[in-house]
């Protein structure tokens, strides 16, 4: 039943035979080939269109080499949603499951977090944060947050040693790392003002009921994170977007000048401090003297994966190994007129403009091993490992009352699909909720 929180218990899942799991999303298409938005029509009781969309919950399978073309899942059936009412507006929800500020799994839900474009609309309508069943796809709340919610994020994660949810989110007004003002070079204060106008990644706790952001970093990161994810060891790492600097050896990867694998960096937080763990490291500098520099003690993934958000996480049953779906290139490349600059979209399917690929990173060394590209250049807000991801069975903490908050006064038929507010129209056996407990109950 759809209140139920049962708790699944799996046998750890082959590394060679996964179900990889995401919120995905398609760039555009401007051949005019493969749009998947289709109009269905106007839904008159509703006052707005219906549309099959290309977001959703999509699934692919990976056998250790090779990974399956992402499928919706669960499916949508044109058929069903010109038929059904009740089908079309779960259908026509999809439009809001975008999370280009962050989404997160989370034991059988999602929340999805939408950044609206400042240039048009103001500033208290900044974030749409949506919650769903994963399960079914079923919208379970719908609202608007103010920009000073400071839910913009590179990724969040739940972190299974203390049971709570951590993320990047891209804050500003904050203090400075303390190694930036000691760094003449690197910053010079301007208007004497430390912390206004200054914004940068900050490792936060959020509470997924209220949506209460609180940071733990004392002070903001620079670096150009692209994801974020937890273990089932509770180490927390983020990926940058890594530069494209140097060349490709025969592997396939990039390297710098003094042959280390370059390109996207794989960074570790401390998530009792908050702070991103380095090493301290004497150098020499031209004049022959000494200076200390905090260096990343785990390294680059020797691939560059410049553009948007991705995508990152752990089967539970493996905390040594992260599958991150990252960009094959920045969108740049030979173009037509033998200079590296911005690709056609209208080539994309010759020119891999925004490809995309599913990565194995080492945690303990940094590099990655680009697995298999993903046919039709999908990118995922979310990824999870399905039957084997750190949050199933987490202890209840404010995710699981999003069913009972959200559906109070609402009515879900039996596939867990949310007819709205009001008690539906069409006769059959519908789940609500009276004095907190799930009942169903027979429209005639």
Known sequence: MLFTLACVFCSPLSAQNLKLKGVGHTHRYDDGEDRRTEYVGWDADLGKAIFI???????????????????????????????????????????????????????????????????????????RVCKWDANTGALLSNEIRPKSDNLESAGMSYNPVDGKVYGLFYLTGQA???????????????DDDLTDGDAGYCLCTIDLLTMKVTPITPGIYYQNFVTFAINSEGRAFALTSGGSSGYVDDNGKLRNSDNQLAGAQLCEFDLNTGLMITNAVVKVDENGEEYIEQENPVGATGYSSQYR????????????????????????????NGSWSSLSDKEWRTNGKYDTALYEVDVNTGEAEQIAEIANRWTFSALWVDGDDCSDGAVETGLQSVRSTSSAAGFYSLSGQYVGTEQPRQAGIYVTRKSGNAQKVLVK
Do not use: H
């Open 309 to 336: 958000r991705q995508s990152a996480c752990f089967a539970k049953s493996n905390p040594n190994k992260m599958y991150w779906i990252g960009f094959v290139n920045s969108g740049k490349g030979i173009n037509d």
């Open 176 to 190: 400075l790392p303390q190694e930036i003002l000691d760094d003449e070079e690197y910053f010079e204060d301007e």
């Open 53 to 127: 969309v290309d977001e959703g919950i999509y699934a692919m399978n990976y056998d250790g080499t090779t990974i399956s073309e992402p499928v919706k899942e669960p499916a949508v059936n044109a058929s069903d949603v010109r038929s059904n009412k009740e089908t079309a507006v779960w259908a026509n929800n999809f439009n809001m499951m975008y999370g280009n500020s962050g989404a997160v799994y989370y034991d059988g839900y999602l929340v999805t977090v939408y950044s609206r474009d400042e240039s048009s609309t103001v500033d208290e309508e900044l974030f």
